[in-house]
């Protein structure tokens, strides 16, 4: 396991943009996939997007299709969310995850993760 940490968030206007970071301070680690999960108050952590390390294969919710970007740098070990025309339903915890070893499983659920950040608000204000 890694610790992450977050940091970008914020608060902005309705179809203003923000870009978060992810990183490990201080050390580099091995990621098969890494993600973005989000959590707005009283409710449930919901997969946002991923991203195989090695390859750069990514998803998204529909929710956000089209309006963020995940990507990452390899040279810095920093994984990235650049989150634009955003939407006062877009404010929530924003967290990332890894998972640290080769694994199969469902990339959606955060049970899949093994390393989490303590997460980054994000507040869009209409």
């Known amino acids: 396991q890694v610790q992450l940490v977050e940091s970008g968030g914020g608060l902005v206007q309705a179809g203003g943009s923000l870009r978060l970071s992810c990183a490990a301070p201080?050390?580099?680690?091995?990621?098969?996939?890494m993600g973005w999960f989000r959590q707005a108050p009283g409710k449930d952590r919901e997969f946002v997007s991923y991203i195989y390390w090695n390859s750069g294969t990514t998803d998204y919710a529909n929710s956000v299709k089209g309006r963020f970007t995940i990507s990452r740098d390899n040279a810095k070990y920093t994984l990235y969310l650049q989150m634009n025309s955003l939407k006062p339903e877009d404010t929530a915890v924003y967290y990332c995850?890894?998972?640290?070893?080769?694994?199969?499983?469902?990339?959606?659920?955060?049970?899949?993760?093994?390393?989490w950040g303590q997460g980054t608000q994000v507040t869009v204000s209409s």
């Open positions: 995850a890894a998972k640290t070893k080769v694994a199969y499983g469902t990339l959606y659920s955060t049970s899949y993760y093994d390393s």
């Open positions: 201080g050390r580099t680690f091995f990621s098969y996939v």
